[in-house]
């Protein structure tokens, strides 16, 4: 999978069901190529947390490819160089057979798991975004 403009909550949801569905299918690995990956949000590495940690339950992988400084230095921030694998050599990885997949929005729960899941990855990342699992937490149950 390609990652084109920004990865955020904006347009995650898509990218959840992507990963849940490639997992579902029995692929072991998924590879996520970032070259093109103008920033990441909390909300998309969240669901990028969850799907390396499904993943891995089924001895698969998940590998990142052509991070930017920034984006690296955010995976690292946030524990998840701990489940993934980031690709030393990119020309070495498969390119991307998936189609594109237009934005859509992700949803208070959405937004909830992936927050959760980058606690899952890194117990660090509780006292980082406490007061956001708080507020989605309220927002879920008040629907």
């Known amino acids: 999978m390609a ?3 920004k990865a955020n909550y904006l347009n995650c949801r898509n990218v959840g069901e992507f990963f849940s569905a490639a997992i579902a299918r029995g692929c072991s690995k ?11 949000d909390s909300t998309f590495l969240g669901m990028v947390a969850g799907a390396a940690l499904k ?6 992988e ?14 690292d921030n946030l ?7 980031i690709a030393e050599d990119p020309s070495a990885m498969p390119k991307p057979t998936s189609e594109f997949l237009p934005a859509n ?6 937004i909830l798991n992936a927050h ?11 006292t980082k975004f406490e007061d956001v699992i708080a507020f989605l937490k309220r927002e879920t149950e008040s629907k």
């Open 79 to 85: 524990g998840i160089f701990k489940l993934v694998r």
């Open 116 to 126: 959760e899941n980058l606690v899952e990855a890194d117990s660090s990342n509780k």
């Open 55 to 60: 993943i891995h339950k089924t001895g698969g």
């Open 3 to 5: 990652v084109v403009g």
């Open 30 to 40: 998924i590879v996520v190529d970032c070259s093109q990956c103008a920033g990441m």
């Open 62 to 75: 998940m590998v990142l490819v052509n991070l930017n400084d920034r984006n690296r230095e955010l995976i």
């Open 105 to 110: 929005n992700a949803t208070h729960a959405n």
